[in-house]
């Protein structure tokens, strides 16, 4: 299967739908966010994964420990391939999602680490004096230690956090641009071939794909990348 991973940032259900007829199961997986779910709800991610896809629930869950779990429970109930939850909550929220999600065909669950719109500026505003490489370590390795199946982290750090966490924890990254593409809102970014030499598992592709006149032909061009 494909490492890549569409991010479908769409406002609506029949523009989500118009893209994903466009695509191959066999040549991508989907991501749906918090943006998409919250306007279309659950009855989008069946729809994703009775058409084949494998589908990424990308909502960050961040509450008290049993909420969290509770919520890890339902999204698995839609057949998603994988979730996350948000490390920021510490943990013993990880290890009750990670309770929640232990039968053996349950998704995959990861934590966000940092945001790839983060930087030094912005964790000096919240008070946070780590640069975002410690912050990030320290994190995966709370991840790591509550069970969890690996962490959404920037492509920058993939290489340290392999080397770190091992070969069989998951680093899933978002910030994957093109050659040619703008940097948009992510600051911390990376071509899809660097970040599988780096050590990322899965690349989460948004506008590069979505905003493409030929999505398929993207596609193909990258997996051929990185393959």
Same mark, same amino acid.
């Given at each position: 299967? /494909?490492?890549?991973?569409v991010?479908? @940032?769409?406002? @609506?259900? !029949?523009?989500?739908?118009?893209?994903?007829?466009?695509?191959?199961?066999? &040549?991508?997986?989907?991501?749906?966010? !918090?943006?998409?779910?919250?306007?279309?709800?659950?009855?989008l991610? *069946?729809?994703?994964?009775?058409n084949?896809? %494998?589908v990424?629930? %990308?909502?960050?869950?961040? %509450?008290?420990?049993?909420?969290?779990?509770? +919520?890890?429970?339902?999204a698995?109930?839609?057949?998603?391939?994988?979730?996350?939850?948000? /490390?920021?909550?510490?943990?013993?929220? &990880?290890?009750?999602?990670?309770?929640?999600? #232990? #039968?053996?065909?349950?998704?995959?669950?990861?934590?966000?680490?940092?945001?790839? /719109?983060?930087?030094?500026?912005?964790?000096? =505003?919240?008070?946070?004096?780590?640069?975002?490489?410690?912050?990030?370590? $320290?994190?995966?390795?709370?991840?790591q230690?509550?069970?969890?199946?690996?962490?959404?982290?920037?492509?920058?750090?993939a290489?340290?956090?392999?080397?770190?966490?091992g070969?069989?924890?998951?680093?899933v990254?978002p910030?994957? *641009?093109?050659? #040619?593409?703008?940097?948009? @809102?992510?600051? *911390?970014?990376?071509?899809?071939?660097? +970040?599988?030499? $780096?050590?990322? =598992?899965?690349?989460?592709?948004? *506008?590069?794909v979505?905003?493409?006149?030929?999505?398929?032909?993207?596609?193909?061009?990258i997996n051929?990348?990185? /393959?």
């Open positions: 299967m /494909s490492k890549i991973i991010a479908l @940032d769409f406002p @609506d259900e !029949k523009s989500t739908l118009q893209l994903v007829e466009q695509l191959d199961p066999g &040549m991508c997986r989907l991501k749906v966010g !918090k943006e998409l779910f919250t306007r279309c709800g659950p009855n991610v *069946r729809q994703l994964v009775t084949g896809f %494998d990424f629930l %990308d909502l960050k869950f961040h %509450d008290i420990p049993h909420t969290v779990a509770r +919520a890890c429970e339902a698995a109930e839609l057949g998603v391939w994988m979730m996350n939850v948000h /490390s920021l909550g510490g943990l013993a929220m &990880m290890q009750a999602a990670r309770s929640a999600l #232990d #039968d053996d065909n349950a998704p995959l669950l990861i934590a966000v680490t940092l945001l790839t /719109s983060s930087g030094e500026k912005e964790l000096a =505003d919240i008070g946070v004096q780590q640069t975002p490489e410690a912050l990030v370590k $320290n994190l995966a390795k709370l991840a230690q509550a069970g969890l199946d690996g962490v959404v982290c920037s492509a920058l750090e290489s340290v956090l392999k080397q770190q966490c070969k069989d924890f998951l680093l990254t910030g994957i *641009r093109l050659k #040619d593409n703008s940097v948009d @809102d992510q600051q *911390r970014v990376m071509t899809p071939e660097k +970040a599988v030499a $780096n050590g990322s =598992d899965y690349l989460v592709i948004g *506008r590069p979505t905003q493409a006149e030929h999505p398929i032909e993207v596609l193909q061009l051929k990348k990185i /393959s």
